[in-house]
């Protein structure tokens, strides 16, 4: 089993940034894909970035491309979301996600296995 905890959300104002950290424990991540995913009110899951097990290519939903940035530390048994230049678009509950590695990531939500319980980021305009 891996339990997987989020933290460093909270209320910003647009054009600002946070850092979200997703900390595992149970077992090693180092052979997890590791998911960002968020959830408006309202609205269904939806894919913001994922890191694949290996440290390759990252990949990202399109609403966030250029201003978010993944990242996992294996050592320290986490990853991170970098969000910067957010919008209040981006208000939602985040959640980090974990899936077994695999040839090719996966952006579908219910691919994941094991999730945080989210933190809530809210971006006033």
């Known amino acids: 089993q891996v339990q997987l905890v989020e933290s460093g959300g909270g209320l910003v104002q647009a054009g600002g940034s946070l850092r979200l950290s997703c900390t595992a424990s149970?077992?090693?991540?180092?052979?997890?894909?590791i998911g960002w995913f968020r959830q408006a009110p309202g609205k269904e899951r939806e894919f913001v970035a994922v890191?694949?097990?290996?440290?390759?290519?990252?990949t990202y939903g399109e609403s966030v491309k250029g201003r978010f940035a993944i990242s996992r530390d294996n050592a320290r048994n986490s990853a991170y979301l970098q969000m910067n230049s957010l919008k209040p678009e981006d208000t939602a509950v985040y959640y980090c996600?974990?899936?077994?590695?695999?040839?090719?990531?996966?952006?579908?939500?219910?691919?994941?296995?094991?999730w945080g319980p989210g933190t809530q980021v809210t971006v006033s305009s």
């Open positions: 996600a974990a899936r077994p590695g695999g040839a090719y990531v996966n952006t579908t939500p219910n691919q994941y296995n094991y």
């Open positions: 149970g077992r090693t991540l180092s052979t997890y894909d």
């Open positions: 890191v694949p097990w290996s440290g390759g290519r990252t």
